[in-house]
């Protein structure tokens, strides 16, 4: 197969990082594969076998929208240039890419990556109501969201992120860990991902538990210097360590004892399947949507009332002063991930690839 997987940039994020995982397993599976992006840089490894095509000249609008359409309606203008078939992800692509697979009469699958209450504008709106129904497939994380897109499409598909990482073995556990709470996201995104009420809410658990540090991974001019003037005004900026945008994610969940999720909404969380299959001890609001798909509480970690900061910050300090309960969801949270490993849903992805040129 011929396959362009179609998003916007590749500097950084969740959705990103599932395109350069996805596209690097079809390589490998013998697949011509390449990444369509309309601007920004690249921030995750590929295969030698991937293509990178760059459309990123914006010679009429300061849009990606405008200007990726033409780009990419004058780029398979050229027959040798069409895919088999196209798999859009993120935002308002659909814009773009359905109406020019449309044109060239090309299969397109759209992707979702986050629920749909995420997104609440009328553009979204627009582009679900009315272009979402021409895709071939559309793909959606959790079964939060099946009675809503299956509104829009006859042929919605459940389709979890992979986890990147191999589960970690029970004999490779490390013996030790840092004791540091660990979150991670686009610092910018600090609403979504519950950043700004994350520093008064882990003040007084760090006060109390001198010992303990949080650490927070991610890039962001913005977030970083809201986080840092809240982290003085609650007198924590000590305790609290700003790693920036880092390439050793692995190694960070894996050295600390706790990971967190604080997050206001997810699609289906890719730092929390990461987080467990390192054998973190994992702690998240049951946000809509994600977490409770993968977290079974008390089990393999612990799921707090959404947004309730007080429950968050006592299960928080509990998690600390237990070390057997770090212990065994330790042990635990790395056996729940077989549905998310990348050869299971990898397979998924090239039937549904397959299965859809077949139909059209």
């Excluded at 814009?95 to 759209?110: D, E, M, Q, R, S």
């Excluded at 003037?229 to 305790?239: E, I, M, T």
């Excluded at 987080?275 to 949507?289: L, V």
């Excluded at 970690?301 to 429950?311: A, M, P």
Aim: proline letters at 4%; a positive charge.
């Amino acid at each position: 197969m011929k396959i362009d997987f179609a998003i916007s940039k590749m500097s950084g994020g969740g959705a990103e990082r599932v395109v350069s995982i996805l596209a690097n397993y079809l390589d490998d599976q013998g697949h011509d594969v390449r990444i369509v992006t309309f601007t920004g840089g690249d921030n995750y490894s590929l295969n030698p076998g991937v293509k990178r095509v760059r459309l990123h000249k914006h010679p009429l609008f300061h849009s990606v929208v405008f200007n990726g359409f033409f780009q990419l309606l004058s780029f398979y203008n050229k027959k040798n240039n069409r895919p088999d078939i196209i798999s859009s992800h993120l935002d308002l692509l659909g814009y773009l890419t359905i109406p020019v697979a449309k044109i060239y009469n090309i299969p397109i699958i759209v992707s979702e990556h986050n629920n749909h209450l995420a997104n609440n504008n009328l553009a979204q709106k627009f582009l679900w109501n009315y272009l979402y129904k021409l895709a071939d497939v559309v793909t959606i994380l959790t079964s939060f969201d099946m009675e809503f897109f299956r509104k829009r499409n006859n042929n919605v598909v459940l389709m979890p992120n992979p986890c990147p990482f191999d589960p970690i073995k029970q004999d490779a556990m490390p013996n030790k860990r840092s004791k540091s709470i660990l979150v991670v996201g686009n610092l910018d995104r600090y609403y979504q991902k519950g950043f700004d009420n994350l520093i008064p809410l882990v003040a007084s658990v760090l006060k109390s538990n001198p010992e303990w540090t949080l650490k927070i991974i991610g890039a962001g001019d913005q977030g970083f210097t809201l986080l840092k003037n809240l982290a003085k005004v609650h007198d924590v900026l000590d305790r609290i360590v700003f790693t920036g945008q880092v390439k050793n994610v692995r190694d960070l969940l894996a050295d600390a004892e706790i990971f967190m999720l604080p997050s206001r909404f997810e699609g289906l969380p890719m730092v929390l399947l990461e987080a467990m299959s390192q054998g973190t001890a994992c702690i998240s609001y049951n946000c809509i949507s994600g977490p409770s798909d993968i977290i079974t509480n008390d089990v393999n970690g612990i799921l707090v009332e959404d947004q309730n900061h007080d429950k968050m910050a006592k299960k928080l300090d509990l998690l600390i002063q237990s070390t057997e309960l770090r212990n065994r969801f330790q042990k635990e949270a790395p056996k729940a991930l077989a549905k998310y490993a990348i050869n299971a849903v990898g397979k998924n992805w090239e039937d549904l690839l397959h299965k859809t040129i077949a139909e059209k």
